[in-house]
Structure formats: structure tokens, C-alpha cells
């Protein structure tokens, strides 16, 4: 008993709570409270968490490797796969990659348009981690009604590309459609109605007596201790710091907008929460300042060598079917050289790093993804807290198993 | 900014006097460091003030001289200024310091480098695969590794000639 130190983490543990009998608890691979494949070895002692020894790579797909052999618009899909609550960020993050590579200016409008896209979808990502955490305490309603809100958000991805979940949206250099109004009135509904039910969540969970009792305190995390986790996005500002890539790095034209990041002081799970609850308002706002100003002009960068021509003029011009097949074939030179562009995902800085040697496939393609970097605090925040804590404060770091395994 | 850059270059410059340095065609700051003084070099640009460790990553290129290399992006948030390290590994000799001293979430990322390219992280508490299953006996990200593994029999059909 002695070796474990329990006060390091949770000093509201007293020694009578401890009766000396350990036992190994497999947490995982498939728990139903896990929300993926997760597995943790833990070492209980009754319900305390003596420490605990998380394992992944249970859906490890190779995504690194296998982008070695695609051409880079067919990297565009493998990018869905890693953080799939918000696919349209890793999608954007990765065309913008490309575009810094071959140093493509982008139209205004295309920056706007992404920016209502990728505010969408740190909308749905918060959506999700925030109702799933009322699942985690008992509170199954809030859940049901904001994965209507959920649905509504992948109607409006299925307007602008006609996918709902791995959603493969636009292309490098823009969009491969213009926003068709059919998306401007669904967006304008759910910009008039989402804040009303969204409030009616918020009434019932971040000043309900139960939830915070049951979220305030549980696995808190110090902003030295996550600076020193390399922790990002909401985590991150949950534990006090105010680092956010969409104001650090601006892309996309983010240095437009006026919006606030919020932070948290504990970082713990209740912080997450509010964390994300205010920046689901700060991305409403986002939104409708795009809406606003979206400035005149054309839905993609003037890239003929990238950007493939619409269909009807391969049919009928030269040009376009020149550069339609130099694009499916690969045939395109892409300068030789190396770049690093990260993205505000849901969970944080989701950084690219692309190594080209001029072929038509990357030749090192790395992902810097933000779970996978942060979910190795995970024992050091649930060490000394009770096992239902666990199962908490890993839903309210949002794991996702697709990002952390890639 | 850009005082602060200058000094952060004389530190670099100070601990590794073969240090090369390029400002690359996106303003991005690329070091290339030997490998006995990238510990020292991070651990001063720590003290001042690079206190998040972006990535650490690795790249493998067979036809150069030394074929592997550890690539290190850390970030300088009072400053907001963001440099990339370099340090090439020779293939006889793939050892680098490990960072996790220094920063707690370089474990992972060493571990994913070691399970990826093998390339060995000294003093690190627990290098082991991350990704890919425990009794793997190759490191599937080097060059030498097609996509398609070689290893593989389910895939042999005599009657189809291949």
C-alpha cells in the first residue's frame, strides 16, 4: 500500500475508504460505458482507482502508411476516419495542408464557407462529448434531444456534399458545388431554432445541484500538468490556458472574426463541460458573422492544375480534359518540400506534417492528433478517484477512438 | 518577435555550433541539430519558454546518407512563435534522447516513433509498441516495408497463377 502514494492526486481520500485488498479490473476493450475501444487495466481497491494502464490501438488502420500510396485527393476520405464527430474539420485542415504545399490563394468566400463548415461540425463534436457526459451522470434526456440537434447539423453537411458522418467535403482549392439554398434556409432554421433547445440542455445540466456535484472535482488536471501533457483544444483551456489555434495560428480567415475563448480554471470534468458549452455559443456567433459578410466571389481557388474542371467541360473542352486526367492520374507536379499546418479540431490542435518529394503521393504524411497526445494523462487525472469518476472524466476528455488510433 | 527569435537562435546556435538553420518558403523555422546536443538545446529553449511540445515524429529516406530522421515542433506561447528541429540518425546507430524528462507528453509520441521506425529513445520509462500488436518483428513505417506485406500468405491463389 505504502508505494501508492493516493493523497498525490485526490486529497479528499481518507485512509479508511482504503481496506488494503487489491484487485485487477479490466476496464474495456468493449465496455458499454467506454463510448469505443478502450481498454484499461486498473487496480482497484474497493472503488478507489489505484492506477490504471490504458491500452490502444484496437482500430489501428495504418492511415500513415496508407497515405503513401494515394494521390492526395484520395487522402481526403482516410482524414474522415480519425476524429468521425467532426470529419468536415479534418477534411478542411487536411485540403488546406495541400494548398499551403502549393501555395494556392484562396478566395474569400471559400475561407467563409469553410469557416461555417468547420463551426458546424465543433458544434456537433461538442454536442456529442457534452450530452454524452449527461449520459455518464444519469441524465439520458438531454442526449436524446441533442442528437435531434445532431441530425439537423448532418442535414446541412448532406446539403453542401451530400454525405452525413464521413462526409469527404470539398476538394483541395475549395468546394466542389456552391452552397445551394436549399442550405441557406436549413442553416438559417437551425441558426433561429438550435439555441433555443440548446438553452433548454443548458438549464437542465450546468446549474443542476446533482450534475455538479457529481462533475466538480472529478478528474482535474493542472495547467502545468496539461502544458506538460501537451494537452489541446478544450482540455487545454479547461485547465486554465488559452491556447486556441484558430487565434494563435489564424487560417482561413478566423483573424476576421470576433469571437471569445473560453477558459476554464480546474480542468476538471465540470470545466470541460462549460468549456464546451460556451464555445458552442461562440460558434454560433462564428456562424452568423459568416453568414453576414460572406463576401461575393467564386466557391473554389483558380487552380486548374488541382482543382478538378466541372464535368460537362471535359466532355466538351480540351483543357479540362487534359487537366481532368493529369488530376486523376496523378500526373500533376506538386513542389518538392515540407509543411506543417495544424487546425482548432474538436479536440485541439489536429496537426498535419507532409513531407513531398515532388511524386504524386505524399512521401511522409503524419497526423498530430490531439487524443492521442492527451489520453495519456488519463491515468495521473483518475488515479485515486472512484471508478464511476473514471468512466466520466474519460467522456468528458472526449476520447475518440478513430483519432486516437489512426 | 523578432528579438526573441535571434535569441532563440543564439541558444541553438550556442549549445551545437554545426546547427543549420532555413527559413523555408511557408516562414516556417527549421533546425537541423546533431544528436548529442538536441537534449540540451530543448532543455534551454524550455527554460525559455517553449514549454509546449507540439510533436515529435519521425521520416525515413533510404537514399541519404544518414536514413532516418526525428523531426520536433515545439511552440513558444508567450512569444507565439513555433520552431521545427531536425536531428538525422544514422542507421547503424538509432538512438536519440528521450524528451519525456522534459515533457510528459512526449511519451506517446516517442513510443509511436519507436513502433513505427524503430529507432530507440534512451531513457525513456516504457518503450514499448504502441499501435501495432506487441510480437510484430518489424517497424512498418520504413521504406523498405511495402504497403502491400510481403509476409502475407492468405493471399497466394495458385489456381489464379499468383
Not at chain 1, 478566423?254 to 476538471?268: A, C, H, K, L
Not at chain 2, 550556442?14 to 518558403?25: K, R, V
Request: aromatic content about 12%; some cysteine.
Amino acid at each position: 500500500m505504502s508505494e501508492l502514494d493516493l493523497n498525490q492526486q485526490n486529497t479528499a481520500i481518507s485512509s479508511e475508504t482504503i481496506d488494503g485488498q487489491i484487485a485487477t479490473l479490466n476496464l474495456g476493450p468493449t465496455h458499454p460505458a467506454t463510448h469505443g475501444i478502450f481498454q484499461n487495466i486498473l487496480q482497484v481497491d474497493g472503488e478507489r482507482i489505484l492506477s490504471a494502464e490504458q491500452t490502444v490501438g484496437y482500430i489501428h488502420r495504418a492511415f500513415e502508411k496508407l497515405s503513401e500510396r494515394r494521390p492526395y485527393n484520395q487522402i481526403t476520405p482516410i482524414t474522415d476516419r480519425l476524429n468521425y464527430c467532426s470529419s468536415p474539420i479534418n477534411n478542411i485542415g487536411w485540403h488546406m495542408t495541400v494548398e499551403k504545399l502549393i501555395g494556392a490563394e484562396l478566395p474569400k468566400r471559400v475561407d467563409y464557407m469553410r469557416v461555417i463548415v468547420m463551426e458546424l461540425a465543433r458544434i456537433a463534436d461538442h454536442l456529442v462529448c457534452n450530452s454524452v457526459i449527461g449520459v455518464d451522470t444519469g441524465a439520458l434526456t438531454g442526449f436524446t434531444y441533442m442528437f435531434q440537434e445532431r441530425e439537423k447539423i448532418y442535414d446541412l453537411y448532406e446539403e453542401i456534399c451530400g454525405a452525413r458522418l464521413t462526409t469527404n467535403v470539398g476538394r483541395i482549392g475549395g468546394f466542389d458545388r456552391d452552397f445551394s439554398p436549399g442550405f441557406y434556409s436549413k442553416l438559417n432554421e437551425f441558426l433561429k431554432e438550435f439555441p433555443k433547445r440548446f438553452d433548454e440542455f443548458s438549464s437542465m445540466l450546468e446549474r443542476n445541484r446533482i450534475f455538479m456535484d457529481r462533475c466538480i472535482g472529478a478528474g482535474p488536471i493542472s495547467a502545468e500538468r496539461a502544458l506538460s501533457y501537451s494537452f489541446a483544444g478544450p482540455n487545454l483551456r479547461a485547465a486554465g490556458v488559452d491556447f486556441d489555434v484558430r487565434v494563435m495560428k489564424p487560417y482561413s480567415s478566423y483573424e476576421d472574426f470576433n469571437f471569445e475563448i473560453p477558459v476554464g480554471s480546474d480542468g476538471d470534468t465540470y470545466d470541460r463541460f462549460m468549456v464546451r458549452q460556451q464555445e458552442i455559443r461562440e460558434s454560433l456567433k462564428i456562424i452568423q458573422q459568416a453568414l453576414d459578410n460572406m463576401p461575393e466571389g467564386k466557391y473554389h481557388a483558380d487552380i486548374p492544375d488541382f482543382y478538378l474542371p466541372p464535368k460537362e467541360e471535359v466532355y466538351s473542352s480540351m483543357e479540362a480534359l487534359i487537366y481532368h486526367f493529369k488530376i486523376i492520374m496523378g500526373e500533376t507536379a506538386i513542389p518538392k518540400g515540407e509543411v506543417y499546418h495544424s487546425v482548432e479540431g474538436g479536440n485541439g490542435e489536429l496537426g498535419y506534417y507532409l513531407v513531398s518529394d515532388g511524386g504524386r503521393t505524399p512521401y511522409r504524411l503524419h497526423f498530430r492528433r490531439p487524443c492521442f497526445i492527451y489520453y495519456q494523462a488519463y491515468p495521473e487525472m483518475i488515479k485515486g478517484a472512484l471508478l464511476s469518476d473514471a468512466i466520466l472524466t474519460m467522456s468528458s476528455m472526449n476520447v475518440i477512438a478513430g483519432e486516437l488510433d489512426a | 518577435m523578432e528579438n526573441f527569435f535571434i535569441k532563440v537562435k543564439g541558444i541553438i546556435e550556442a549549445a551545437d555550433d554545426s546547427a543549420n538553420y532555413f527559413l523555408d518558403n511557408w516562414n516556417e523555422h527549421n533546425f537541423t541539430v546533431s544528436k548529442s546536443s538536441i537534449f540540451d538545446i530543448i532543455k534551454a529553449l524550455k527554460e525559455n519558454g517553449f514549454q509546449y511540445l507540439v510533436d515529435i515524429t519521425g521520416a525515413h529516406y533510404p537514399d541519404t546518407e544518414n536514413e532516418y530522421q526525428i523531426v520536433y515542433h515545439i511552440h513558444n506561447l508567450t512569444e507565439n512563435l513555433r520552431i521545427r528541429l531536425k536531428v538525422n540518425l544514422d542507421s547503424k546507430k538509432l538512438e536519440v534522447p528521450s524528451m519525456v524528462s522534459l515533457y510528459d507528453g512526449a511519451n506517446w509520441m516517442e513510443r509511436e516513433t519507436f513502433d513505427f521506425y524503430g529507432i530507440s529513445f534512451t531513457n525513456h520509462p516504457n518503450l514499448t509498441r504502441i499501435l501495432n500488436v506487441d510480437d510484430m518483428d518489424y517497424h512498418p513505417m520504413r521504406k523498405e516495408y511495402k504497403l502491400e506485406d510481403e509476409t502475407r500468405t492468405d493471399k497466394s491463389d495458385k489456381y489464379f497463377g499468383r
